[in-house]
Structure formats: structure tokens, C-alpha cells
């Protein structure tokens, strides 16, 4: 058992209704036979009358079913697994990406590189549940989304949240749930009307969480026809495993540490995944107070954490991507590497069918861009070479970027690719594999903000370890503050805040 799942601790926290630990842990009621998030506000229960778990999956596996009053499904995930690089860890990152769903645990572990029962008995080790209760768990939390703010028949939401049979739809919203598919969606202030294959979702983070700041750095970077920033709102074309999708993202109505995702889906099938890369690439599941605390005791950065606490780092929610936009950014400005990445989006990109707004193409895939004519992009013959060679590597396997990296792995992946070096392989780290203790060597942005507080790049190598991409991310703020602007959030009516779900 894990320090975090240590009994008195966790009750602590269950007494002081902490929502710091929320999505940590989960506590098992005996009583009553709920399981809650630690921040429930129902009555506490005495320390010999609950159990903790790991994840949502171990306590409904205990027989425990899910409080419909804090919803324990709608937290933010455990920030362990971006955290931990070890096989239960890559797993959880798998199964979050929906690798269940499309290849079933037999793909699980070939993709780590594992037997079915070593796997299991790793899961079962640490959780106490295996493969497939995660993955049901999962469903869940999907199949109440669909029904709570689509119009679709019961049997389509059954099969769109990954479900064999609507029979099994029926007995896990049931045992997780205590009640059936219908009276969930009886639900006072459920949203109706939505046009088919669209749904709007309400994206919790753990506070502190700017959601302002994190979308402007998003939108500064916006690629033309790939993504579009209009102040307030960040858009972008999403390739998921059924087509393509558009997800439209703004700060929550009701100026809560979460974010507001408006989806357009080609099949339904792919929401689980959609909310998964949205979380990633917003790092939604960071936990600040731990980063806060480390960067904050340290006088270089103490005055920068305090001026923007939780402050996170934007990923990708599409990792080969983001190793080809780091090679189009090398050595160039942000308003270059975008222009840069439109005409190849242009080049090689797949056309959506009928664009949405400024969006027009998803991001080449590496099939396809090993292959593109890309000599109307503004690149020189070495950086287009390299953008081959990288996308060869991606779509032959020798270079594998997903949710279930071996980070050192990809690392020496990367660095055997002529023409990227050390800094576009941190880079892919950082922001592609969400790996939290990241420095950029030779960044100059970086140099001259250590310059201005008195550091040095070796010194920083080292010094605020386990959390150096969040200090990086201080350190760039320091240097491009325009990029780091937190405006206030937006406001909106109350009906509309009440017609959001939580994923």
C-alpha cells in the first residue's frame, strides 16, 4: 500500500473534506456502501467504518457504488500517472486513452511489452483490480456523460461507451450507480435538444487552475486551420480513432478551478478518448500544492509561484504531433513555427468534410507525412529531411509516442533521428509526454530568465527536481510574460453553468 493510502492520513483528509486529494483516493463507506471523493459533504463517517482505494475501479470491485451527491467520478484524475514512468503507471495512461476499446487487454500488453497475467498480476498488486475493471470503470463514467447530456437511445449509449451489450450497460450503471440508465437521465437540469454527435462537458481541475492562462497559451501557438483562438475560447481539430472530432474549450461559467469542453464528434464512440487528450493536453490531473510547495520554498522562484499559483503546463493531445511541431520549431519564432505548420498542415493534412470555421485539416498523420511532397513548405532541405525521417520512424514502429511511452525509450528514439538533438527531445517530453521534471538544455529563454533571478542552467538541472517542467514553464513566463496573461474569466448565466456534465 502506498504512503498516500496510508489509513490516518487519508482520514485526515476525509475529516478536513480536502479537495486537494480528490481523484488521490477514494473512500469506501461500510454503512452505507457509497464510495465518496475526500471533499464529500455528507457527514463523516467514524475511521473503523471505511476503507480507502487507489481508483474508482477497486471500490466498486469492493461492492461499493458510486455517492450521487459528489459524484467521485467527476474528479480529476490521480496525478500519479503522469507523474510514475513504471508499466502500472503507462498502463493507466493506456487505458485512460481508451486502448482497451480498441484492442482489448491482449493490445494492452503487447503494447508494453508484457503477458496478459504479468500485467494483470502488476494492476492487481498495486489496485487490486486488473485490466478490465478499469476499463469498466471507465465506461462508466462515459456512459453516464451520454446519457446525461444526449438524447440517444440507451441501446446507442451502450455501445458508444464501450459496452458489449446493453444488458452489461444496464447491471454496471446500476451496481456503480445505484439506479438505472433512465431515472439517471431523469436527472433535474439535464441538457436536451443537442444536435447528434455533439455534447458540452464540464472538465474538473485540482486548484489553484487558471483556465484562462492555460487556453491563451494554447491560442498564442494556434496552427491555422488546425486550431483557432478567438480571446476566450481555443478550438482545435482532434484526430481520434473513429475521425475526427472538434473540441472548443473556455474557462468554466462559474469560475471554477475547471474548464468547459464543447465537442463535435464523428461517432460518439470517441468521447472517452476526446476527454482524455483534452485533459492532457490542458494538464488538468497536475497537482499544484505539490509543485507549489517545492518551486515556492526556493527564493529564485518563491515570487514567481506566488503570482501564479497552479500554474500548469500545456501538452498535446496528440504526441506525434507535437514531436514534428518541436522539429518545425527549432531555432524560429512562434509566429514562424505556426506559419511553418499551416502550409504543412495544408500540404499533408487530412481535409476535414466541411470545415468549422477557420478549421479546415487534422494534423497529418506519420503514414502520411513520410510520404507528403513538402516542398511548397517554408522549410530548408535539412529541417524537411528531418520531418521525414521523424514521421519514417513514427509510422514504421521504431519510434513509438502514445499514452504508453517508455519516456527514456523515446527519448533515445528521438535523439537517433538526424537533425533532432537534446533540446526537441525535452521539448516532446515536456509537453508531448507530460513527463513533470523536464529542463530544456540551451534554451536561451530559459538562460535569460536564470540569468535574471541569479541561477544558472546547471544549477537548475538539478535543483528543482521532481517538478522542472513546471519551473521552466515560471521561467518562460518570466521571459514572454504576453504569453502568460491571466484575464479574468468570462461570465455567463446560471442556466447555462446548470447544463454542463463533468468528465
Not at 300 to 329: F, Y
Not at 426 to 441: E, F, I, K, N, T
Request: proline share 7%; charged share 20%.
Amino acid at each position: 500500500m502506498t504512503e498516500v493510502l496510508d489509513h490516518e492520513r487519508c482520514y485526515r483528509a476525509v475529516a478536513g473534506r480536502d479537495a486537494r486529494f480528490d481523484g488521490w483516493f477514494y473512500t469506501g463507506v461500510h454503512t452505507t456502501g457509497i464510495y465518496c471523493r475526500p471533499s464529500c459533504p455528507a457527514r463523516t463517517p467514524k475511521p473503523a467504518n471505511v476503507s480507502f482505494f487507489s481508483t474508482a475501479a477497486g471500490a466498486q470491485a469492493a461492492g461499493f457504488r458510486a455517492c450521487r451527491r459528489c459524484r467521485p467520478d467527476a474528479v480529476p484524475g490521480s496525478p500519479a500517472w503522469d507523474v510514475r514512468a513504471d508499466v502500472v503507471a503507462r498502463a493507466m495512461r493506456l487505458i485512460a486513452d481508451g486502448e482497451v476499446d480498441r484492442s482489448g487487454v491482449p493490445g494492452v500488453a503487447r503494447r508494453l511489452g508484457y503477458s496478459e497475467r504479468q500485467l494483470h498480476r502488476l494492476l492487481v498488486g498495486e489496485l487490486g483490480v486488473g485490466v478490465l475493471a478499469v476499463a469498466r470503470a471507465q465506461r462508466a463514467q462515459t456512459a453516464r456523460l451520454l446519457v446525461e447530456t444526449t438524447d440517444l437511445p440507451m441501446a446507442d449509449v451502450a455501445f458508444a461507451a464501450g459496452f458489449a451489450s446493453v444488458r452489461q450497460f444496464n447491471d454496471t450503471i446500476r451496481e456503480v450507480f445505484a439506479t438505472t440508465p433512465t431515472d439517471l437521465r431523469r436527472a433535474p437540469g439535464r441538457a436536451t435538444g443537442a444536435t447528434p454527435g455533439e455534447l458540452t462537458v464540464r472538465l474538473a481541475a485540482r486548484a489553484p487552475y487558471s483556465a484562462a492562462e492555460v487556453l491563451l497559451f494554447l491560442g498564442a501557438h494556434a496552427v491555422p486551420g488546425l486550431e483557432e483562438w478567438d480571446g476566450t475560447t481555443f478550438s482545435r481539430v482532434l484526430d481520434l480513432p473513429h475521425g475526427p472530432g472538434i473540441v472548443s474549450l473556455s474557462p468554466a461559467a462559474d469560475g471554477d478551478a475547471a474548464v468547459t469542453a464543447h465537442l463535435r464528434l464523428s461517432r460518439l464512440g470517441d468521447l472517452g478518448a476526446a476527454v482524455s487528450r483534452c485533459r492532457r493536453l490542458l494538464d488538468l490531473d497536475a497537482d499544484p500544492v505539490a509543485v507549489d510547495t517545492v518551486l515556492g520554498a526556493d527564493p529564485a522562484l518563491a515570487a514567481l509561484v506566488a503570482g501564479a499559483p497552479g500554474r500548469r503546463v500545456p501538452g498535446s493531445p496528440d504526441k506525434p504531433e507535437l514531436a514534428v511541431r518541436a522539429v518545425l520549431g527549432q531555432q524560429v519564432s512562434v509566429a514562424r513555427a505556426r506559419t511553418i505548420t499551416g502550409q504543412l498542415v495544408r500540404a499533408a493534412g487530412t481535409p476535414l468534410d466541411s470545415p468549422v470555421g477557420t478549421l479546415t485539416h487534422a494534423f497529418p498523420r506519420p503514414e502520411a507525412l513520410a510520404a507528403a511532397d513538402l516542398t511548397s513548405v517554408g522549410l530548408t532541405g535539412a529541417r524537411r529531411a528531418t520531418v521525414h525521417a521523424l514521421a519514417a520512424a513514427l509510422a514504421a514502429g521504431d519510434l513509438v509516442l502514445d499514452p504508453g511511452t517508455d519516456r527514456e525509450e523515446a527519448e533515445r528514439a528521438l535523439l537517433a533521428v538526424r537533425g533532432i538533438g537534446p533540446w526537441t527531445a525535452a521539448l516532446v517530453a515536456l509537453r508531448g509526454l507530460s513527463d513533470p521534471d523536464v529542463w530544456l538544455p540551451g534554451d536561451l529563454a530559459l538562460r535569460r530568465s536564470l540569468q535574471s533571478i541569479g541561477s544558472d542552467d546547471v544549477d537548475a538541472a538539478t535543483r528543482w527536481r521532481p517538478w522542472r517542467s513546471y519551473a521552466v514553464m515560471h521561467l518562460w513566463a518570466l521571459a514572454a510574460p504576453g504569453l502568460f496573461t491571466r484575464p479574468p474569466a468570462p461570465t455567463s448565466s446560471p442556466s447555462t453553468a446548470r447544463t454542463e456534465r463533468s468528465a
